[in-house]
């Protein structure tokens, strides 16, 4: 729980810096807290809480069923089953309100650029933008809202609990194409899924893999 409330608490932080810019927020004076010695301190009005963060698409869709789609990188894991993710007012939210649902799908490289554009414009103020970039769907089987094709990597989602901004969705089916597949498991290195980089404000492909999680520490264990 504690885990939760600190994760919480960093994401809410973060959700403010969407109605301004990066500048105003590290232009903030805060002398509310203790200094560390020989380091630079921020104090806590800066863009970066955990980047790098994920980068995904919130897909929706409207009360007369027509899809739309915003970009979200304030987003996160809950347990093994849960997606939360900060969200400011937006038509995705209006959306979320009358369907419940949403399908959550991951941005790689090869989607990059449309993705950015539905961080740009709102549904709106372009009714189409899904189809202004070319990019089709198709109806979840599983939930209410529309599964981009493009994507190859989509999670649909059941809205849980949607307060105060958070979002938490309820993941009942996680779906992707057989080429970013290795062994029947999502490869990363196939999926080339990016990452948004709060501090430089850019988009980073993810890195190799650099070593076992659970394993490498191993070496400290006393019967090692
Ligand atoms: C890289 C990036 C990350 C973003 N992350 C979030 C986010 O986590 N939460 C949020 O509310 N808005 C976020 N936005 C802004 C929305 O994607 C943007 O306002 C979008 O136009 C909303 O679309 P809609 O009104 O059609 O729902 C992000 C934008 C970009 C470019």
């Given at each position: 729980?504690?885990?939760?409330?600190?994760a919480?608490?960093?994401?809410?932080?973060?959700?403010?810096?969407?109605?301004?810019?990066?500048e105003?927020?590290?232009?903030?004076?805060?002398?509310?807290?203790?200094?560390?010695?020989?380091?630079?301190?921020?104090?806590?009005?800066?863009?970066?809480?955990?980047?790098?963060?994920?980068?995904?698409?919130?897909?929706?869709?409207?009360?007369?069923?027509?899809?739309?789609?915003?970009?979200?990188?304030?987003?996160?894991?809950?347990?093994?089953?849960?997606?939360?993710?900060?969200?400011?007012?937006?038509?995705?939210?209006?959306?979320?309100?009358?369907?419940?649902?949403?399908?959550?799908?991951f941005?790689?490289?090869?989607?990059?650029?449309?993705?950015d554009?539905?961080g740009?414009?709102?549904?709106?103020?372009?009714?189409?933008?899904?189809?202004?970039?070319?990019?089709?769907?198709?109806?979840?089987?599983?939930?209410?809202?529309p599964?981009?094709?493009?994507?190859?990597?989509?999670?649909?989602?059941k809205?849980?609990?949607?307060?105060?901004?958070?979002?938490?969705?309820?993941?009942?089916?996680?779906?992707?194409?057989?080429?970013?597949?290795?062994?029947?498991?999502?490869?990363?290195?196939?999926?080339?899924?990016?990452?948004?980089?709060?501090?430089?404000n850019?988009?980073?492909?993810?890195?190799?893999?650099?070593?076992?999680?659970?394993?490498?520490?191993?070496?400290?264990?006393?019967?090692?």
């Open positions: 729980m504690r885990k939760i409330t600190l919480l608490t960093a994401i809410l932080a973060a959700g403010c810096v969407f109605n301004t810019t990066y105003e927020e590290t232009s903030v004076t805060d002398d509310s807290y203790m200094r560390v010695e020989g380091r630079k301190n921020f104090g806590s009005s800066h863009a970066l809480m955990t980047t790098p963060q994920p980068c995904v698409v919130i897909a929706t869709w409207d009360r007369e069923h027509h899809p739309n789609v915003m970009v979200a990188a304030w987003a996160g894991q809950l347990g093994a089953t849960e997606v939360i993710i900060s969200l400011s007012q937006h038509k995705t939210t209006e959306n979320l309100e009358a369907s419940k649902a949403f399908t959550l799908s941005v790689d490289r090869n989607t990059l650029v449309q993705s554009y539905f740009l414009v709102s549904g709106k103020l372009v009714a189409d933008k899904i189809a202004r970039v070319g990019f089709t769907v198709t109806s979840s089987p599983n939930v209410n809202a599964i981009i094709n493009e994507y190859p990597l989509t999670l649909e989602c809205v849980r609990s949607f307060k105060d901004g958070i979002l938490i969705g309820e993941v009942v089916n996680m779906s992707a194409e057989e080429r970013i597949l290795t062994g029947g498991k999502v490869d990363l290195d196939k999926l080339q899924p990016v990452v948004f980089d709060a501090s430089a850019v988009y980073r492909a993810v890195g190799e893999a650099v070593g076992h999680a659970w394993q490498e520490g191993k070496v400290y264990l006393d019967n090692q």
